[in-house]
């Protein structure tokens, strides 16, 4: 078999060149999944049939002559929390185990039309609720660096796959860190695009005004080509931005000579010494790149991950009340339909999705409303506008993306809120509605990777790219 | 913001308050259960202590990142999902309905 690049923008040019058949790219991948998955446990479901044949139409179009898309011949990992037509869809909840959704996210409709050829559904922690990946329903994926420690979450089957080789790109999604933290972990490139750049049509909801679809990828190129590719207006998601995508690609070659790189300096404190270390050198290489470093503060960032531990649980309760044993996923008979709906959640739902829906109803619940999740919203706004004057003197900000390296099983799990500490650094960006990207930044304790991650205003994706493939040229990518 | 007072320790939370609000949320919770969410989500909600010391009368809620605005769609029919795939996904379907067990004449 011939030799198969290992970036997206490899395998595009090369099966449109006619260099490999984009059914010899599958089978590649396939042949890897089949030899390294059952170590890592990345994907809830492998789709071979359909990967091959959606390869074969690839390069049957591209032997008839056809015109073929950006992403021809591309293997690319879903995470389970996006819907596919007739494909289970669990979000590795048992409340959803074997539902096959009637339609398709929009993003699988935009990748299939861009000749992506998805290979399977990804582990996650339920309804992408943690950062382990350890309340996975299915059992916890591992980190392909050290089998031992997590793959951070709650999309760390997709970061998994990308890191072991399993797929060249994939797709997650960031609410509170979901992208960026176990792209940090597994030693790869996590985007969070603008809240509303991509369409959440299809994304199985969690907490709505915070989700947002992303890609990884091994390099900033890549993570740019999947990012224009899925990023657009959808007049399926009311909240989607009708606005034009930018050439992300071109952005992250042009350098960063003149930009402003904002440092905080009254950055919340919890970074291992290594995770800070690696942050300073990454302003020192943008500083010999030609950018200029300008101290900003965020004081209300401290209360940040106080006011999300309110507002994506009351979002959640509400989102997840959908769940009741009636229209899709599991029943638990009951004599009547209101025990059925108690008994049904009981047995579908795992400890974290429990707790936040009991912490979210709590928030909303009278008496309480306006004393919680009132006040979040008012710490949401303080936070919004922390970052607006931070960027009035900086084009972005440059932060740890996780306190921490990838640690050993076991460590956080049953202590919920040494867990939330793990997303002190990516929560404000949620609250804020903005794009952030983790890029590998060198290495910390135990050898494991350290990601730096790039924050920029709503719609800076050009800008965040600038400085992320600045970045990597500097050398801390693997 | 009401104080609770359990076990000598002043909580945010009580065991009566998860089990209420397990109710509200349709979740049956076992009671041997209901102290260990307790004492977890009294962690959680203690972070709040902050956040109240906050003056924030002056301060606009944010439910978005961007202001809202109605969005619709031309009034135009359209193709929606296939009945028969929807009620294939369903627990118990009965002639083109979803189907449930009874509602009301039950409770003890």
Redesign the interface.
């Known amino acids: 078999m011939a030799n198969i690049p290992t970036t997206a923008a490899g395998i595009a040019d090369a099966v449109q060149s006619r260099e490999v058949s984009a059914t010899e790219v599958v089978e590649h991948h396939l042949n890897v999944i089949a030899q390294r998955d059952g170590d890592i446990n990345a994907f809830n479901l492998v789709t071979s049939e359909h990967a091959r044949a959606a390869a074969l139409r690839i390069d049957n179009a591209i032997a008839s002559g056809a015109a073929v898309g950006p992403l021809a011949g591309v293997p690319i990992a879903i995470k389970d929390n996006m819907c596919t037509r007739g494909i289970p869809t669990t979000c590795s909840s048992h409340i959803l185990e074997g539902?096959?959704?009637?339609?398709d996210a929009t993003v699988i409709t935009t990748l299939g039309a861009a000749g992506a050829v998805m290979v399977g559904k990804t582990n996650l922690d339920e309804f992408a609720m943690g950062s382990s990946t350890e309340n996975s329903a299915f059992g916890p994926t591992r980190n392909p660096l050290d089998t031992s420690r997590v793959p951070g979450g709650s999309s760390g089957g997709s970061a998994a796959a990308v890191a072991a080789g399993l797929a060249p790109v994939s797709l997650g999604s960031d609410t509170g860190g979901s992208i960026r933290q176990p792209a940090a972990l597994c030693g790869v490139v996590g985007v969070k695009p603008t809240?509303?750049r991509v369409s959440r049509y299809g994304l199985v909801a969690f907490a709505s005004?915070l989700d947002q679809i992303g890609p990884f990828a091994t390099t900033v190129d890549d993570a740019a080509l999947i990012t224009e590719v899925i990023a657009g207006h959808d007049?399926k998601d009311?909240?989607s931005?009708p606005q034009p995508v930018p050439s992300l690609r071109a952005a992250a070659r042009e350098g960063v000579q003149g930009m402003r790189i904002g440092r905080v300096t009254d950055l919340p404190e919890g970074a291992e010494p290594e995770v800070a270390a690696r942050l300073n050198e990454a302003f020192a290489a943008l500083e010999s790149a030609g950018a200029r470093i300008v101290d900003v503060t965020l004081p209300s960032l401290?209360?940040a991950?106080?006011?999300y531990?309110?507002i994506a649980p009351a979002e959640a309760?509400s989102n997840l009340?959908r769940y009741?044993?009636?229209?899709?996923?599991?029943?638990t008979?009951?004599?009547?339909?209101?025990?059925?709906?108690?008994?049904t959640?009981?047995a579908g739902?795992g400890d974290e999705v429990?707790?936040r829906?009991?912490?979210g109803?709590?928030a909303l619940?009278a008496g309480?409303y306006d004393?919680?999740y009132?006040?979040?919203?008012?710490?949401?706004?303080?936070i919004?506008d922390d970052f607006d004057r931070a960027y009035a003197q900086a084009d972005v900000v440059l932060m740890p993306t996780s306190p921490m390296v990838a640690f050993p099983f076991g460590d956080k799990v049953d202590d919920?809120?040494s867990m939330?500490l793990c997303d002190i650094y990516t929560i404000p960006t949620n609250l804020?509605?903005?794009p952030a990207m983790s890029v590998p930044f060198g290495t910390g304790a135990h050898g494991l990777p350290v990601g730096v991650q790039v924050l920029a205003p709503?719609l800076g994706e050009v800008a965040m790219f600038r400085v992320g493939g600045a970045l990597e040229a500097a050398g801390g990518a693997r | 913001m009401k104080a609770r007072n359990i076990e000598g320790v002043t909580s945010p939370i009580s065991a009566e308050d998860v089990a209420k609000v397990a109710r509200l949320a349709r979740l049956d919770i076992a009671d041997s259960d209901i102290t260990h969410f307790t004492e977890q989500l009294a962690k959680v909600m203690d972070h709040f202590r902050d956040v109240d010391a906050l003056d924030l009368s002056a301060v606009q809620p944010m439910t978005q990142p961007y202001p809202l605005v109605n969005v619709l769609r031309a009034d135009e029919e359209q193709p929606c999902l296939d009945r028969d795939e929807v009620l294939a996904a369903a627990p118990a379907a009965e002639d083109g309905r979803f189907r449930v067990p009874p509602i009301i004449g039950l409770v003890e």
């Open positions: 539902w096959k959704p009637p339609y809240y509303g005004s007049p009311s909240t931005i401290s209360y991950l106080t006011a531990y309110l309760s009340a009741d044993g009636v229209r899709y996923g599991m029943r008979s009951a004599a009547d339909t209101n025990a059925m709906y108690g008994a959640r009981a739902f429990k707790r829906i009991m912490l109803t709590y619940s309480y004393a919680y009132g006040k979040a919203l008012k710490v949401r706004r303080l919004s919920p809120m939330y804020a509605g903005h709503a």
